[in-house]
């Protein structure tokens, strides 16, 4: 496990989702039934989740959705797989995911502040 900056790593699980049948209702089932459940997982930090809007190059996407779910660190994120709530959270995938649509990988998160102050737009 690599170190930047001197802190851990934070804990995450990413999920690069493919583009379901009927978005809209994959949406409506995400919003309201499964991140209520992810909500729910001792431990967690936060939640990002979004759409894919383009590739750089202009090349068909990946994946149609990309969702993060954060911990403090690694052992945290360890804690959290054995909970039933994290069971909880990953049986509920077989509900409104299709077999094969979606790769969830668990990884390290690195924050890293830029160079100058943000601006606001």
């Given at each position: 496990?690599?170190?930047?900056?001197?802190?851990?790593?934070?804990?995450?699980?990413?999920?690069?989702?493919?583009?379901?049948?009927?978005?809209?209702?994959?949406?409506?089932?995400?919003?309201?039934?499964?991140?209520?459940?992810?909500?729910?997982?001792?431990?967690?930090?936060?939640?990002?989740?979004?759409?894919?809007?383009?590739?750089?190059?202009?090349?068909?996407?990946?994946?149609?959705l990309i969702s993060d779910v954060y911990f403090k660190?690694?052992?945290?994120?360890?804690?959290?797989?054995?909970?039933?709530?994290?069971?909880?959270?990953?049986?509920?995938?077989?509900?409104?995911?299709?077999?094969?649509?979606?790769?969830?990988?668990?990884?390290?998160?690195?924050?890293?502040?830029?160079?100058?102050?943000?601006?606001?737009?």
């Amino acid at each position: 496990m690599r170190v930047g900056a001197g802190q851990s790593p934070m804990g995450r699980i990413v999920a690069f989702h493919q583009r379901p049948p009927d978005p809209e209702a994959w949406l409506d089932y995400y919003r309201n039934v499964h991140i209520p459940i992810v909500r729910r997982i001792p431990g967690l930090q936060n939640i990002r989740w979004g759409q894919v809007l383009r590739t750089s190059d202009g090349t068909p996407a990946p994946c149609w959705l990309i969702s993060d779910v954060y911990f403090k660190d690694v052992d945290a994120l360890e804690t959290a797989l054995g909970t039933p709530e994290m069971k909880e959270a990953f049986d509920d995938t077989s509900k409104f995911i299709l077999r094969g649509n979606v790769k969830i990988m668990f990884c390290e998160a690195q924050d890293t502040a830029p160079l100058h102050e943000p601006q606001s737009v």
